[in-house]
């Protein structure tokens, strides 16, 4: 009777680990969804900080970097330190550009690993703080849904297996077997 009733304590445990991993992997598609609309706000205000860069190049008749390297190669350390601020603008929107591009041209099946190696800590930090749940309608929710619900059976098979759930009390509660 005991050793019934762990089997289901087991069992009911395999399904929690299954719900809840999918519970989260649900989420991915949203919280992808929200961070790309959060990194488009980001790299449209990086774009007009661009954009002013270049106007104030072309006012003084100079390719942008010719006019960046007046200012880093500037004897007066106030207008180096603005070079070096000027070209980390530059290079921000650049990379917030490529990674969007790469984000958003991804496949449903490629794009959570995608995400992974673009994300900025920043943004996915911003983005979970203010992060709305939403119902997963669509099919990459789904899918990841499953994918994540699964991984999550493996991971509660995997901690079963090096010790860290106690299963083993099944044996222990075990009645002896009559001999003979």
């Known amino acids: 009777m005991v050793q019934a009733f762990l089997k289901r304590i087991n069992a009911i445990a395999a399904v929690t680990a299954f719900a809840l991993a999918a519970l989260v992997g649900s989420q991915i598609s949203e919280f992808m969804q929200q961070y790309t609309q959060n990194m488009a706000g980001r790299l449209a205000e990086a774009q007009l900080a661009v954009d002013g860069?270049?106007?104030?190049?072309?006012?003084?008749?100079?390719?942008?970097?010719?006019?960046?390297?007046?200012?880093?190669?500037a004897k007066n350390p106030?207008?180096?330190?603005?070079?070096?601020?000027?070209r980390a603008?530059?290079?921000?929107?650049?990379g917030l550009?490529?990674?969007?591009?790469?984000?958003?041209?991804?496949?449903m099946l490629e794009k959570p690993f995608i995400f992974a190696l673009h994300v900025?800590?920043?943004?996915?930090?911003?983005?979970?703080?203010?992060?709305?749940?939403?119902v997963p309608v669509d099919t990459a929710s789904?899918?990841?849904a499953a994918t994540t619900g699964l991984f999550g059976v493996v991971l509660y098979e995997l901690a079963k297996?090096?010790?860290l759930v106690p299963v083993r009390m099944v044996r222990r509660f075990?009645?002896?077997r009559p001999k003979g």
């Open 174 to 176: 075990r009645r002896p």
């Open 97 to 107: 550009q490529e990674a969007y591009r790469a984000i958003t041209n991804a496949g």
């Open 161 to 163: 297996l090096l010790g």
């Open 78 to 86: 106030v207008f180096q330190q603005e070079g070096v601020a000027l």
């Open 120 to 134: 900025n800590g920043t943004i996915a930090g911003d983005v979970f703080r203010h992060f709305k749940p939403a």
């Open 89 to 94: 603008t530059i290079d921000r929107a650049s």
């Open 142 to 144: 789904l899918l990841y």
């Open 53 to 73: 860069i270049i106007h104030r190049a072309d006012s003084a008749d100079m390719p942008v970097y010719e006019y960046l390297d007046e200012f880093t190669s």
